[in-house]
């Protein structure tokens, strides 16, 4: 199966979110497809795509992810080819995020975009704190909303409060979430379905204002 979007949510959605998926895994993997339910369970539009070396993998085998950079021109057709009629936000799970906060706000000031949505965002490799790949987002300019577990390897709540972000980006801190949102729900009380419906609502609220 492959198709270059997979489409979830009303047609008629007031906006449109534009999801690219992490450095591991498909467009179509468990972690991305409970996402967008529970995304177009509250009213959005939802557009999830590939990057090519990802897509070439269910015919020609594993291929290593390249830098993240390099993917920038692909986001970009990504967005030009969707060719939303209404607001688009962009953004994506992990690689896909940091991807898209890379280009985001040329398309912003482009009038193409009106938010950056990342979900698990990459602040630095597991195991390396001292790696970040926060540079860019001191001076963001997009609206940014940033849905973090407060347990993920690549950015916890501890690691991230020292860091320089702009003022336009919100962080929703989810309590016990890894770096798919899941918590241990025997010692957090919460379950994954609980933390993306909270995402969900969130993510609502936020696009809500931006509109305005």
Known sequence: ??????????????????????????????????????????????????????AARRTVGRKPPPHAETLNPEYRAAVAELAAAGPVIIGGKSMGGRVASMVADDLYSEGKIAGLLCLGYPFHPPGKPEQLRTKHLAGLAT??????????????????????????????????????????????????????????????????????
């Open 143 to 212: 609206p940014t909303l940033i849905c973090q577990g407060t347990r993920d390897e690549f950015g916890t709540r501890q690691d991230v409060a020292d860091y320089l972000l702009s003022e336009r980006i919100e962080i929703l801190w989810l309590e016990d979430g890894d770096h798919d949102l899941k918590p241990r729900k025997s010692l957090s009380g919460f379950s994954t379905a609980d933390h993306l419906m909270t995402m969900a609502k969130a993510v609502a609220t936020w696009a809500g204002r931006l509109a305005r």
């Open 1 to 54: 199966m492959h198709e270059r979007f997979l489409l979830d949510g009303p047609g008629g959605a007031a906006v449109t979110i534009l999801l690219a998926h992490g450095a591991g895994a498909p467009m179509d993997s468990p972690s991305m497809t409970a996402t967008a339910k529970a995304l177009a369970e509250v009213g959005f539009r939802i557009a999830r795509f590939e990057f090519a070396y990802m």
